[in-house]
């Protein structure tokens, strides 16, 4: 065979590099303005690059020059389209094309890791919508029983002493425990093997996503057939899930749908679904983590991040205690009790406007070509975002928007006829760390009730303070992701004031 010339080659390149070029041209995608660098093929490498590392300045950086409008950012494999402005995130929320539902199985390719069914049948939402919101009244008291057995495990040292505690690890422990006593019930909740596969699955999710983001799409279902985090943590908890839902099964065989003492936790909702559609235990477990991955480490990493905010604010502590106190006092540890607790849920919204978990929300894929009011052309398969932080740091939207100020909500509900509006789980154009719209965070209500539970029993029980002299450490941003700083320590000191187990 002859060796090709280095002009033949050189002139190979050219067409071919010219084919590409052409062809993104052509692409819609290619006259949506790009920020963070290059979008031409083969360079948009540096694109991704610069979003991993500074998605926050971008994002930022986008949102104000493109106000009205929309461009992209690069994410791993794929362009991700962010609208700014509020016309455009009630348009994104409200346009029936737009799928939250796929944007997620795309996101992390699901499908190749929990099977096709993961998130095309996703009867888990209603569940957690409806059922889970439903029962806060009867999970309230089971949440604070299991936080006063868990606490004095999580925070050694019965004395008077100050004992340095990493937050990080703290916040972990209490909330896959107190999640777990709703979604599986005693004693499943208190196993630590469960809890650990509970609590990791959502680092499974994500090493899955990242092996697959090395290979073309042909090979990801071998491959993850063959090697996945997420499957192994599936098939290791079967062990411990098995006996209970035959047991359930056998009560569902004995009674059908109803009996007294049914369990009112999670697995047994999705047994109640799972059963007439004849699905398998493994699709059952792996039914339940797909609620632990959307449940534990957004729930924890917000509790981190309020308490990292009541470290650097300490004046805001005993308000918010002296509030907790005189409630319970007259309404014992309830939920009707812990929903007039307006100062304890003003912080957290404001924790969540100022720090959150995600850069993005109202995420969506387009399922048809779309075209926005501003005349932006979305082909189908597009992937779309509004900007989360940009709109929470937005002066047109929020006073002094930069500026953390716990009370800023529960002042402003004070207001007549105001006295909804500015609660955590409320969404707006403006306010979106859950996303808005019919798509929402199903799980926002759970996740108020019981982030407010563990802080309002974490701070009748114990005084929290940082270190002398070290301020709230900074938070890590990779690509859309915003993670509160996962090693620092606080000093915690038993109040004494309850009964801890
Ligand atoms: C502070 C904690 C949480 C935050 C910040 C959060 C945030 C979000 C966001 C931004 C979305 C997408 C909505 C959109 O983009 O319009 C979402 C969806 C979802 N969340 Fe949450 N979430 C939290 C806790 C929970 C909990 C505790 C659960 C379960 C009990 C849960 C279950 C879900 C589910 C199942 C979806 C997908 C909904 C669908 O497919 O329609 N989340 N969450
Ligand atoms: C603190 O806990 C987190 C979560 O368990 C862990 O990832 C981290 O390594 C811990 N940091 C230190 C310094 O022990
Ligand atoms: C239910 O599934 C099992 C195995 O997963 C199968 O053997 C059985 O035939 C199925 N039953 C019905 C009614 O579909």
């Known amino acids: 065979m002859e060796i090709p010339s280095l002009n033949a080659i050189l002139a190979f390149l050219a067409v071919g590099g010219g084919f590409l070029f052409i062809r993104w041209r052509l692409n819609p995608l290619s006259r949506i303005p790009t920020v963070g660098g290059p979008s031409i093929p083969g360079l948009s490498i540096l694109s991704t690059v610069n979003f991993l590392r500074n998605s926050k300045d971008l994002l930022v950086q986008g949102y104000e020059k493109y106000r009205g409008s929309t461009f992209k950012v690069a994410l791993l494999d794929q362009w991700l389209v962010i609208v700014s402005g509020s016309e455009l995130v009630d348009e994104v929320r409200k346009r029936p094309e737009l799928s939250l539902a796929t944007f997620l199985e795309d996101i ?13 049948d996703n009867f888990h939402v209603p569940i957690i919508r409806d059922q889970l919101t439903r029962s806060l009244g009867s999970a309230l008291p089971e949440v604070i029983e299991e936080l006063s057995i868990a606490l004095p495990q999580c925070i050694p040292g019965t004395s008077s002493d100050w004992v340095s505690v990493n937050v990080s690890h703290v916040s972990q422990k209490l ?108 699709r059952v477990a792996m039914r339940l983590h797909l609620v632990n991955f959307a449940a534990i480490h957004t729930s924890s990493n917000s509790l981190v991040h309020a308490l990292y905010d009541l470290g650097a604010f300490p004046e805001y502590i005993q308000p918010i205690r002296d509030e907790i106190e005189s409630i319970v006092a007259v309404d014992g540890w309830t939920k009707e009790g812990i929903s007039k607790m307006s100062k304890l849920d003003s912080l957290l919204r404001e924790s969540q406007r100022i720090h959150g978990i995600s850069l993005i929300s109202v995420t969506r894929k387009a399922m048809a070509d779309v075209t926005l009011r501003d005349g932006t052309f979305l082909p189908k398969g597009t992937c779309v975002a509004a900007a989360t932080w940009a709109t929470h740091y937005d002066e047109g939207n929020f006073e002094k928007a930069a500026a953390f100020d716990a009370f800023r909500f529960s002042r402003m509900r004070e207001a007549p006829g105001q006295g909804t509006k500015h609660q955590f789980v409320h969404t707006s154009v403006e306010y979106i760390p859950f996303g808005h719209g019919a798509h929402a965070c199903p799980g926002r209500f759970f996740a108020s009730n019981e982030i407010k539970a563990v802080l309002a029993f974490l701070l009748v029980n114990y005084d929290i303070q940082f ?35």
């Open 108 to 120: 992390f390719q699901m499908k190749h890791t929990l099977g096709p069914d993961a998130l095309g």
């Open 175 to 282: 909330i896959t425990r107190a999640s777990s006593r709703i979604f599986v019930g005693q004693p499943l909740c208190r196993n630590e093997d469960y809890l650990k596969i509970a609590l990791d699955f959502t680092m499974d999710v994500v090493n899955d996503r990242l092996t697959m983001s090395k290979m073309p799409d042909f090979l990801r279902t071998p491959v993850m057939s063959w090697t996945s985090s997420t499957r192994r943590s599936v098939a290791r908890s079967i062990p411990l899930l098995k006996p209970i839902i035959d047991q359930r099964k056998a009560l569902m065989e004995e009674y059908g749908a109803d009996w007294t003492d049914k369990p009112k936790d999670v697995l047994q909702w999705v047994l109640d679904e799972a059963v007439p559609r004849n699905l398998s235990d493994e």
């Open 467 to 501: 270190e002398p002299g070290q301020s709230r450490p900074d938070n890590i941003f990779i690509a859309e992701n915003i993670l509160p700083n996962h090693d620092a320590k606080m000093l915690f000191r038993r109040r004494g004031t309850l009964e801890l187990h």
